[in-house]
């Protein structure tokens, strides 16, 4: 009986001090990405068993993170002590029956009062509602008339303007769903008032998007492995895009078989971007040289900081995980 006791006892110890499980590597490429990341820095595995992560954004007034399973029509809530409950569902169709394989949320933004604007697939709109009480409002579902495709990630400008993309990701049939009422996959605006304007028409596939840290360009990723790009626009006085230009081409690291394409993106105080792409996150800095990756070893959807702005959480296909960074970004609300 003593020798179980102690075995048990010594069990229990084990357990207590048992490591997180952790996933991927940091690869580094350049030596300026350890005042980004500290050397012994690991990709922590906070929760697992989902179908597709995305959208991770911080609910500082209750110290949690929320984020998008978009197939199940789901918004989870990840808390430390706590862990994963379900927070919002239906999360991005309302409507009877099977709509798509991707019909729930997908990105998600904390606005300048600190609710939440989420893109939702299946009702094809952009929202935006409180924390507690109350209910959604919609701040834009169509552009002259024409829904939506399929609203999929969204930053709100410090103005209070609202900037998505819209590519067919969540349509039953995708590009080709019939219900489609627009021939164009844009970038657009939702201006104070309610305006709804289309920004940038020529695109294949836009998707993650986010503001330099002084809101003089906005990036736009492009999810199109035959065009992997991220844009780089020039914000105009009156909030219209200028000429957009390649800022970074991450088309010879997807033709490479790196798992992954550009989607979400955030950018930090010093205005690198952190971009999912091929093999993880990217980081880029201003000047857009690829510095090192957070390479998950999944497909990677999305990322945004938590915590006190130094803990960058990552939804890589089935996985919610978290990083340590030396960085903080732009802007945390």
């Known amino acids: 009986m003593k020798n179980k006791l102690i075995l048990f006892f010594l069990l229990m110890t084990i357990t207590s001090f048992a490591q997180p499980k952790t996933i991927g ?73 099977d709509y798509s394989r991707e019909p729930g949320s997908n990105g998600l933004t904390i606005s300048l009062d600190g609710k939440i604007i989420a893109c939702e697939h299946g009702d094809r709109r952009v929202t935006i509602m409180p924390t507690e009480g109350g209910g959604k409002k919609t701040l834009a579902d169509n552009h002259q008339g024409k ?15 609202v900037y998505f993309t819209d590519p067919p990701y969540g349509l039953p049939k995708q590009e080709n769903d019939p219900s489609r009422e627009t021939g164009i996959f844009g970038v657009y605006r939702i201006a104070k008032n309610g305006t709804v304007t289309l920004l940038v028409n020529d695109l294949t596939r836009p998707n993650g998007l986010a503001f ?28 219209i895009l200028g000429k957009g230009k390649i800022f970074f081409d991450a088309t010879p690291m997807s033709k490479q078989g790196l798992k992954g394409l550009p989607d979400g993106l955030r950018v930090d105080d010093k205005g690198n971007l952190f971009t999912t792409g091929p093999g993880g996150v990217l980081i880029i800095s201003p000047k857009g040289k690829l510095l090192g990756r957070i390479d998950t070893g999944q497909p990677t ?11 960058l959480y990552m939804t890589a296909n089935m996985y919610l995980c978290r990083i340590k960074t030396k960085t903080k970004p732009a802007v945390f609300r």
């Open 212 to 239: 330099s840290p002084d809101e003089s360009i906005l990036y736009v990723a492009q999810s199109d492995p035959d065009r992997a790009y991220i844009m780089a626009y020039p914000v105009l006085k009156n909030g």
């Open 147 to 161: 829904r939506f495709n399929s609203p999929n990630d969204v930053v709100q400008k410090s103005n209070g303007d």
């Open 301 to 311: 959807a999305n990322c945004g900081w938590g915590d006190d702005g130094s803990t």
């Open 25 to 97: 590597q940091v690869v580094r490429l350049d030596p300026s990405l350890d005042d980004l990341i500290d050397k012994n820095a690991q990709i922590e595995v906070l929760a697992d068993g989902f179908k597709w992560s995305e959208g991770p954004a911080w609910l500082k007034k209750d110290n949690c993170l929320i984020f998008s399973d978009v197939p199940t029509n789901t918004i989870y809530k990840w808390k430390e002590g706590e862990g994963i409950a379900p927070y919002l569902k239906p999360s991005g169709y309302t409507g009877r029956g």
